[in-house]
């Protein structure tokens, strides 16, 4: 009689591993798939597992023997399919791993975008430098203002139209209609200065200004402006000529023209617009006029005793002066392509 265990048997759950087991292993794609495929062929719940338990009920010791070296043959060869598979498969993953994980050392580096002053701003601070430079110093006042301060002080009468709706933007604040406003310009800063201090007084006040404007080209409802004031013992018409033309050929050159022409404010008298040539022009670049005595005692300055001059100048309009800039809406894009050109 043949042994029978070296037969094929068709029912021998094991003939079907043994064909169709290396196959899987070596089609498998992943480790974890790999795992799947081992816990399936040679696990505990395994076809082998399962004949490993049934050898004790083969009662021919050597039928058993052959019986259980088959098993183990069969089971090692399947382990050792495993483990070379996995090993295969472990590398290519760690390979692919590595590749999307790879950092380009020698890739340049992102450049940071350095932020810069605002051209306003920085208009500003070197117009106040400029007469720091003269010997005056600086101060800032609040944008809220009381009528008093912003048109009462400066001796613009109640029936001035700059104190009406259609130019002026009146806050609901205060116990009264018209009490607080968005100040028209810095002039205010001229009286709450000389109120809170002594003369002589060298001041200049940068700061924002409102207005009921539509924007246009030389028009922005929120702008930004200097003020002066110089007072002082026989101040003359001849200090502000010589101050403020001292001012533009440091702001635009040392061969500016400057010229002076009539003009009127309340606050000042006389009154003149200096105006400046640049660009092959005259432009206007501030108000200005000596200190009107009525403004002196308004804030308890002796008129008899002092004298002294005030300017009022946009940051907006002497930066479109400075630069050439044609369209005052431009400052108030904040477009950064227009910006870096007057870095
Ligand atoms: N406050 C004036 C304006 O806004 C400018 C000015 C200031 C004129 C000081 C004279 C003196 O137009």
Same mark, same amino acid.
């Given at each position: 009689m043949t042994d029978p265990?070296?037969?094929?048997?068709?029912? *021998?759950?094991? /003939? *079907? +591993?043994?064909?169709?087991?290396? @196959?899987?292993?070596e089609a498998a794609e992943t480790v974890a798939e790999l795992d799947a495929i081992e816990v399936e062929t040679v696990g505990r719940q395994s076809p082998i597992?399962?004949? $490993?338990? =049934?050898? =004790? @009920?083969?009662?021919d010791p050597d039928a058993r023997r052959n019986e259980g070296l088959r098993i183990n043959e069969l089971a090692s060869a399947l382990s050792d399919a495993i483990d070379r598979r996995r090993a295969e498969l472990a590398s290519a993953e760690l390979a692919v791993a590595l590749a999307e994980d790879r950092v380009d050392v020698t890739a340049p580096g992102r450049r940071i975008e350095r932020g810069s002053v605002h051209l306003i701003q920085e208009t500003m601070d070197e117009?106040? /430098?400029?007469?720091? =430079?003269? =010997?005056y110093t600086m101060a800032t006042g609040p944008e809220a203002e009381s009528e008093f301060y912003n048109f009462t002080a400066l001796n613009i009468p109640s029936?001035?139209?700059? $104190?009406?709706?259609? /130019?002026? +933007?009146?806050?609901?604040?205060?116990? #009264?209609? #018209?009490?607080?406003? +968005? $100040?028209?310009h810095t002039s205010p800063m001229q009286a709450r200065y000389m109120e809170e201090h002594e003369p002589p007084v060298y001041v200049v006040v940068p700061g924002r200004a409102f207005r009921a404007d539509v924007m246009d080209a030389t028009h922005l409802p929120v702008f930004h402006q200097i003020e002066g004031l110089a007072v002082d013992e026989n101040i003359t018409f001849g200090d502000l000529k010589g101050t403020l033309a001292a001012f533009a050929k440091e702001f635009l050159g040392s061969e500016t023209k400057v010229k002076f022409i009539p003009h009127y404010f309340p606050f000042t008298e006389p009154s003149a617009e200096m105006h400046a040539y640049a660009h092959g022009q005259w432009l206007e670049l501030m108000g200005c006029g000596m200190v009107n005595p009525a403004v002196f005692e308004h804030v308890g300055y002796d008129p008899d005793r002092l004298s002294g001059f005030a300017f009022g100048m946009g940051a907006e309009r002497l930066a479109m002066v400075r630069h050439g800039i044609t369209d005052m809406r431009t400052l108030a894009d904040a477009d950064i392509r227009v910006l870096e050109q007057y870095r």
């Amino acid at each position: 009689m043949t042994d029978p265990t070296n037969l094929p048997d068709p029912m *021998d759950p094991l /003939d *079907d +591993l043994r064909t169709s087991a290396p @196959a899987r292993i070596e089609a498998a794609e992943t480790v974890a798939e790999l795992d799947a495929i081992e816990v399936e062929t040679v696990g505990r719940q395994s076809p082998i597992a399962l004949a $490993r338990r =049934g050898l =004790g @009920a083969i009662e021919d010791p050597d039928a058993r023997r052959n019986e259980g070296l088959r098993i183990n043959e069969l089971a090692s060869a399947l382990s050792d399919a495993i483990d070379r598979r996995r090993a295969e498969l472990a590398s290519a993953e760690l390979a692919v791993a590595l590749a999307e994980d790879r950092v380009d050392v020698t890739a340049p580096g992102r450049r940071i975008e350095r932020g810069s002053v605002h051209l306003i701003q920085e208009t500003m601070d070197e117009i106040v /430098d400029i007469f720091v =430079g003269l =010997g005056y110093t600086m101060a800032t006042g609040p944008e809220a203002e009381s009528e008093f301060y912003n048109f009462t002080a400066l001796n613009i009468p109640s029936t001035h139209p700059t $104190r009406l709706e259609s /130019d002026t +933007l009146y806050l609901d604040y205060g116990e #009264e209609q #018209e009490e607080v406003l +968005l $100040r028209t310009h810095t002039s205010p800063m001229q009286a709450r200065y000389m109120e809170e201090h002594e003369p002589p007084v060298y001041v200049v006040v940068p700061g924002r200004a409102f207005r009921a404007d539509v924007m246009d080209a030389t028009h922005l409802p929120v702008f930004h402006q200097i003020e002066g004031l110089a007072v002082d013992e026989n101040i003359t018409f001849g200090d502000l000529k010589g101050t403020l033309a001292a001012f533009a050929k440091e702001f635009l050159g040392s061969e500016t023209k400057v010229k002076f022409i009539p003009h009127y404010f309340p606050f000042t008298e006389p009154s003149a617009e200096m105006h400046a040539y640049a660009h092959g022009q005259w432009l206007e670049l501030m108000g200005c006029g000596m200190v009107n005595p009525a403004v002196f005692e308004h804030v308890g300055y002796d008129p008899d005793r002092l004298s002294g001059f005030a300017f009022g100048m946009g940051a907006e309009r002497l930066a479109m002066v400075r630069h050439g800039i044609t369209d005052m809406r431009t400052l108030a894009d904040a477009d950064i392509r227009v910006l870096e050109q007057y870095r």
